[in-house]
């Protein structure tokens, strides 16, 4: 298991951790040059067919799960046109000298089966080839055809997970905002798909203006801000039944950047009332409590995983800059104190980082820093990043990219808490304030 | 409440003819959805007319620019105001929403906290001038309804705004 040790350091390393690994030596067979990850190449054979139902599955389950890899930047899939051997039997023994002839350090095997009323069975195995054993144990994994990407989607979590030592992040979805429309009088619908952008569906009409939606923790519910009665007002709705309702009705007043906690019954949000904005907590069938007090701005709360604290930005100084408060409210501590201005903090779900929007001379910036504000590393740049929103394992950020002018049109991507492997999220047209899911159950 | 909102010839023409415009300037605001399907159907004589609406858009002036994050009203603002309180207490049959508007240079939700700020100024500033607060509301739109979209201060200055949007009815 030395070798695959060795990898796992480096794809330690890859995702940003630190600790003892890192200090070995040896034949290290990920090589980092000018600090970029080698990738691990791995090999996924077309998944075995047990039975004629099974035959497209098969092959679609096996390019979910290379892609859902692939896509981490953290491994490399070999191409099937290599491949000394195929699996024809999932239970034959691996011919471990055909696959390391072709560097293939690790291996996913897998079969399905599709019974009578559409009921899917993918069995998978993760192998290390080079030590020529299982990494983990053979699982089963049972679903429908309509959810067969969701059963791909947590063979690849598994093995990122077992190769990587992290939690998975791939069976989970995002919501967003799909955009229509020129600039100047865009339509704006909440959306929802896979974290991969497949599986698009829309969940309110373009009648009104409809704003950054958050999942509960759970991903249950979404809660986000909507213009439906021609003021800003916070709105809760059910995923499922797409029935929804207002949470926060005050006359004269605009409600908006709502959160959930932790519990996932109490939210936190903005109200504005006679210009000024603050922070406010609304707990289920309670009053809305005031948690800040001062004539600034204080706006885009969002909660340490715990629940025990809450971050958010502020202009009290002046400018935008980040805070940290007590879950009740109290004096808040400033953490940001680097150039420019700093907005939207959204605590890691692991608890160790918050992810900011940083403007700087023109520029925007998707940034991270420890919770005290220390280590502060800008991870993009551009004419308008904004609004970053955590994987479920806390190791990948998607935001919102705008380009500049008529044509410049937001877009949805995705970076590793790194700063590496920034790309796309393919979407349908135009979209914005991404929220991801915590992992599906 | 509904909106009276005009259409006319003449700006269709000046936005055919203008760089970076759009059809966001048809309505008096041009923020409210749909705002073009309630247009009031007032033809462009009515300009002419100091008690209407088109009069207000145009002769008094419906909108007031701000500085980069700023929401304090500069000289010309104040005047802009003044006019519109005195237009609104001649014409005592109009309540207005103030919208308040923020350039693209701003995250979601500061810009729609800055827009409050904005559109509170002018309430105001317009109660202070005698305009009863009964006949106002405020709104913000933050970024998400600019009039302009080139992203160049020539837009944003147009961008970050508050508009007086008129509609019929006493107010509240």
């Given at each position: 298991?030395?070798?695959?040790?060795?990898?796992?350091?480096?794809?330690?390393?890859?995702?940003?951790?630190?600790?003892?690994?890192?200090?070995?030596?040896?034949?290290?067979?990920?090589?980092?040059?000018?600090?970029?990850?080698?990738?691990?190449?791995?090999?996924?054979?077309?998944?075995?067919?047990?039975?004629?139902?099974?035959?497209?599955?098969?092959?679609?389950?096996?390019?979910?799960?290379?892609?859902?890899?692939?896509?981490?930047?953290?491994?490399?899939?070999?191409?099937?046109?290599?491949?000394?051997?195929?699996?024809?039997?999932?239970?034959?023994?691996?011919?471990?000298?055909?696959?390391?002839?072709?560097?293939?350090?690790?291996?996913?095997?897998?079969?399905?089966?599709?019974?009578?009323?559409?009921?899917?069975?993918?069995?998978?195995?993760?192998?290390?080839?080079?030590?020529?054993?299982?990494?983990?144990?053979?699982?089963?994994?049972?679903?429908?055809?309509?959810?067969?990407?969701?059963?791909?989607?947590?063979?690849?979590?598994?093995?990122?997970?077992?190769?990587?030592?992290?939690?998975?992040?791939?069976?989970?979805?995002?919501v967003f905002v799909s955009e229509t429309g020129p600039k100047n009088a865009r339509q704006k619908r909440l959306a929802v798909?896979?974290?991969?952008?497949?599986?698009v569906q829309y969940l309110t009409d373009s009648a009104s203006i409809v704003l950054a939606p958050r999942f509960s923790?759970?991903?249950s519910r979404v809660i986000y801000t909507s213009y439906e009665t021609g003021f800003p007002k916070v709105y809760m709705m059910d995923v499922g039944t797409v029935q929804r309702r207002i949470l926060e009705d005050q006359p004269g007043t605009m409600a908006f950047a709502p959160r959930f906690?932790?519990?996932?019954?109490?939210v936190v949000f903005s109200l504005e009332k006679?210009?000024?904005t603050?922070?406010y907590?609304l707990?289920p069938?309670?009053a809305a409590?005031?948690?800040?007090?001062?004539?600034?701005?204080?706006t885009a709360?969002?909660?340490?995983?715990?629940?025990?604290?809450?971050?958010?930005?502020?202009?009290?100084?002046?400018?935008?800059?980040?805070?940290?408060?007590?879950?009740?409210?109290?004096?808040?501590?400033?953490?940001?104190?680097?150039?420019?201005?700093?907005?939207?903090?959204?605590?890691?779900?692991?608890?160790?980082?918050?992810?900011?929007?940083?403007?700087?001379?023109?520029?925007?910036?998707?940034?991270?820093?420890?919770?005290?504000?220390?280590?502060?590393?800008?991870?993009?740049?551009?004419?308008?990043?904004?609004g970053?929103?955590?994987?479920?394992?806390?190791?990948?950020?998607?935001?919102t990219?705008?380009?500049?002018?008529?044509?410049?049109?937001p877009?949805?991507?995705?970076?590793?808490?790194?700063?590496?492997?920034?790309?796309?999220?393919?979407?349908?047209g135009p979209a914005s304030d991404p929220a991801?899911?915590?992992?599906?159950? | 409440m509904k909106n009276i909102l005009?259409?006319?010839?003449?700006?269709?023409?000046?936005?055919?003819?203008?760089?970076?415009?759009?059809?966001g300037?048809?309505g008096a605001g041009g923020a409210n959805d749909g705002a073009g399907a309630n247009a009031?159907?007032?033809?462009?004589?009515?300009?002419?007319?100091?008690?209407?609406?088109?009069?207000?858009?145009?002769?008094?002036?419906?909108?007031?620019?701000?500085?980069?994050?700023?929401?304090?009203?500069?000289?010309?603002?104040?005047?802009?105001?003044?006019?519109?309180?005195?237009?609104?207490?001649?014409?005592?049959?109009?309540s207005a929403i103030v919208e308040g508007h923020a350039?693209?240079?701003?995250?979601r939700e500061?810009n729609l906290a800055?827009g409050a700020?904005?559109a509170n100024?002018?309430?105001?500033?317009?109660?202070?001038?005698?305009?009863?607060?009964?006949?106002l509301r405020t709104v913000s739109y933050g970024k998400e309804r600019p009039?302009?979209?080139?992203?160049?201060?020539?837009?944003?200055?147009?961008?970050?705004?508050?508009v007086?949007v008129?509609s019929a009815g006493?107010g509240s």
């Amino acid at each position: 298991m030395k070798r695959l040790t060795q990898l796992m350091a480096g794809l330690a390393l890859a995702l940003g951790l630190s600790g003892p690994l890192l200090a070995q030596d040896g034949p290290l067979r990920i090589e980092i040059t000018e600090g970029v990850i080698e990738p691990l190449p791995f090999a996924v054979p077309t998944f075995s067919a047990e039975n004629a139902a099974a035959q497209e599955l098969a092959a679609q389950l096996a390019q979910v799960v290379a892609d859902d890899l692939s896509g981490t930047g953290l491994f490399r899939q070999i191409p099937r046109d290599a491949f000394i051997s195929g699996v024809s039997d999932f239970n034959a023994p691996v011919q471990y000298a055909d696959w390391k002839a072709i560097n293939a350090q690790a291996l996913v095997t897998g079969a399905v089966s599709v019974a009578e009323g559409g009921r899917v069975t993918v069995k998978f195995r993760l192998f290390d080839v080079f030590s020529e054993a299982p990494l983990g144990e053979g699982l089963q994994l049972g679903g429908t055809t309509t959810s067969w990407r969701r059963i791909a989607h947590k063979v690849a979590d598994q093995v990122y997970s077992r190769i990587t030592g992290e939690g998975g992040y791939f069976d989970s979805r995002v919501v967003f905002v799909s955009e229509t429309g020129p600039k100047n009088a865009r339509q704006k619908r909440l959306a929802v798909m896979d974290y991969d952008g497949a599986n698009v569906q829309y969940l309110t009409d373009s009648a009104s203006i409809v704003l950054a939606p958050r999942f509960s923790p759970n991903g249950s519910r979404v809660i986000y801000t909507s213009y439906e009665t021609g003021f800003p007002k916070v709105y809760m709705m059910d995923v499922g039944t797409v029935q929804r309702r207002i949470l926060e009705d005050q006359p004269g007043t605009m409600a908006f950047a709502p959160r959930f906690a932790p519990d996932g019954n109490t939210v936190v949000f903005s109200l504005e009332k006679g210009g000024n904005t603050d922070i406010y907590r609304l707990t289920p069938g309670g009053a809305a409590t005031q948690l800040t007090n001062s004539p600034a701005i204080e706006t885009a709360p969002s909660y340490a995983p715990d629940g025990s604290k809450i971050v958010f930005e502020s202009d009290r100084s002046g400018n935008q800059q980040l805070y940290v408060m007590g879950a009740n409210g109290g004096e808040p501590t400033r953490i940001s104190f680097g150039e420019g201005r700093y907005g939207t903090p959204v605590w890691s779900p692991r608890g160790d980082y918050i992810a900011f929007t940083k403007q700087h001379q023109g520029r925007f910036h998707i940034g991270v820093m420890r919770t005290d504000g220390s280590e502060e590393r800008l991870l993009t740049a551009s004419f308008l990043d904004e609004g970053p929103t955590w994987s479920p394992n806390g190791r990948v950020i998607m935001f919102t990219r705008v380009g500049s002018g008529a044509q410049g049109e937001p877009a949805l991507y995705s970076v590793d808490l790194t700063g590496r492997n920034l790309k796309r999220i393919p979407t349908p047209g135009p979209a914005s304030d991404p929220a991801w899911s915590p992992l599906l159950p | 409440m509904k909106n009276i909102l005009v259409k006319s010839g003449l700006i269709a023409l000046a936005v055919a003819v203008s760089a970076c415009t759009d059809a966001g300037r048809f309505g008096a605001g041009g923020a409210n959805d749909g705002a073009g399907a309630n247009a009031g159907g007032a033809g462009y004589d009515s300009v002419n007319d100091p008690s209407s609406p088109a009069y207000f858009q145009q002769n008094v002036g419906d909108r007031v620019l701000f500085s980069v994050d700023q929401s304090t009203l500069s000289p010309q603002a104040q005047s802009t105001l003044d006019g519109q309180a005195t237009w609104l207490a001649s014409n005592p049959s109009y309540s207005a929403i103030v919208e308040g508007h923020a350039d693209e240079q701003g995250t979601r939700e500061y810009n729609l906290a800055l827009g409050a700020r904005r559109a509170n100024s002018v309430q105001e500033y317009l109660i202070s001038k005698g305009v009863a607060g009964s006949r106002l509301r405020t709104v913000s739109y933050g970024k998400e309804r600019p009039i302009e979209v080139c992203s160049t201060e020539v837009c944003y200055a147009k961008n970050r705004r508050a508009v007086t949007v008129l509609s019929a009815g006493q107010g509240s």
